[in-house]
């Protein structure tokens, strides 16, 4: 089972930063737009091929980020009207993730099958992820995934900094 790490450089403004193999060999590289609408994250593979992209849909009430992989929208992830506390769901066909994922530790499964864990690590600078992927098919989609709720869980802190107390 292949391991794959995500560490986010802290205080990026564009959203840079890789993800490396057990060896610290960067296998992929992620890249946000800066100053950009709709705010995009472009994942690329070592070859810098883009395999993934992640995009906030834009002037929608409640935010909604979608996830294409190799070219075709695979999830999207959704919040959901809540007056209590943020509600979010992923929506993918054939795709179930189980566990916390909004805390980063969660298992996510193809038709049943398990295709990968994350978990996150915590007394870290910055947040950072370990990928278990055991099907190689599907990881830039779990890589994507990880991006794709950690943009949901940024922009749902900003939108908390912002809201009157």
Request: with cysteine; charged share 25%.
């Amino acid at each position: 089972m292949r391991k794959l790490y995500i560490k986010q450089k802290v205080f990026s403004l564009s959203g840079k930063f890789s993800v490396k193999d057990a060896e610290e060999n960067e296998v992929y590289f992620v890249e946000g737009s800066f100053m950009k609408i709709p705010k995009t994250f472009s994942i690329m593979d070592d070859k810098l091929n883009e395999v993934a992209m992640v995009t906030k849909k834009m002037f929608s009430f409640l935010p909604t980020f979608f996830v294409d992989v190799h070219g075709q929208e695979t999830m999207a992830i959704k919040k959901h009207f809540s007056f209590l506390k943020a509600r979010y769901t992923i929506d993918a066909a054939g795709i179930e993730v189980q566990g916390n994922w909004w805390d980063m530790d969660f298992e996510v499964y193809q038709n049943r099958n398990f295709i990968g864990s994350v978990n996150k690590k915590w007394f870290t600078w910055g947040d950072s992820y370990e990928l278990q992927i055991a099907n190689d098919e599907m990881e830039s989609l779990l890589v994507a995934l990880v991006v794709a709720i950690d943009c949901a869980k940024a922009d749902q802190n900003a939108a908390a900094s912002v809201a009157p107390g």
